[in-house]
């Protein structure tokens, strides 16, 4: 529970929440004076959080203006998908392996799920599914160093999955993908899962370019 957290914990969790679901924009300031007025706290916590937050990459410092959030840039994405392209295949295959039935179904419900969060048309309940289905993926598999570094990965992933489904045009092409996923898996065709799986971050990276070269940031949106 947030609530049971300590208060630089919770500082840090709402600002990082922000940024990740585009609540607060690319190159938006980061007041400390501001935020702690919003959230109810000293500067201190904040002052932590943001430290924190320049650790993860997820806020720059800048000269003569300070902390600010860091822009999503295609090296960026480039790098973090490329790295997680590899992971999901890797998953995928070994998913088809070794994920039991209990596990299987587990899978095509996430994948339902899904498809209900897009007639709800709520991008956070979007993302927060689509999260499920592939955790799913990846617990399968019952390798624990390979679960911790796509977690790691994930927290990175999320403020550009969160990108990715903002492009509603992309949504029949998501729920393809993933029946096909399913469908792969539990036949255990590991070619064709790993080759969807790829196809699947290729996409993604397709959609977030696009969106990167018609603006120079984000339109994010959103209150925090």
């Known amino acids: 529970m947030e609530d049971a957290l300590p208060l630089r914990d919770m500082v840090y969790h709402k600002i990082r929440q922000a940024i990740l679901v585009g609540d607060m924009q690319p190159g938006e300031r980061l007041m400390e004076i501001h935020l702690a007025e919003r959230l109810g706290v000293s500067r201190t916590p904040v002052r932590e959080a943001i430290h924190k937050l320049e650790q993860e990459g997820l806020v720059i410092m800048t000269p003569r203006k300070g902390a600010e959030v860091a822009q999503i840039t295609e090296q960026g994405l480039r790098d973090v998908l490329?790295?997680?392209r590899g992971l999901d295949a890797m998953s995928i295959e070994l998913a088809c392996e070794r994920i039991k039935d209990g596990d299987k179904k587990a899978l095509n419900d996430a994948r339902v799920?899904?498809?209900?969060?897009?007639?709800?048309?709520?991008?956070?309940e979007l993302a927060r599914t689509d999260v499920a289905f592939h955790e799913i993926i990846v617990r399968a598999t019952g390798?624990?160093?390979?679960?911790?570094?796509?977690?790691?990965?994930?927290e990175q992933m999320?403020?550009?999955?969160?990108?990715?489904?903002?492009?509603?045009?992309?949504?029949e092409k998501l729920v393809e993908e993933?029946?096909?996923?399913?469908?792969?898996?539990e036949k255990?065709?590991?070619q064709d899962a790993a080759k969807v799986a790829r196809e699947h971050i290729d996409n993604q990276e397709k959609s977030i370019m696009q969106q990167l070269h018609r603006t120079s940031g984000f339109g994010f949106g959103g209150e925090f």
């Open 178 to 185: 993933h029946r096909r996923m399913c469908e792969y898996i």
């Open 143 to 154: 390798n624990q160093r390979l679960i911790e570094v796509v977690t790691q990965m994930a």
């Open 82 to 84: 490329e790295v997680r």
């Open 188 to 190: 255990g065709n590991k």
């Open 113 to 124: 799920a899904f498809e209900e969060a897009i007639k709800g048309g709520d991008i956070r």
């Open 158 to 171: 999320y403020r550009y999955r969160f990108e990715y489904l903002k492009d509603t045009s992309s949504y």
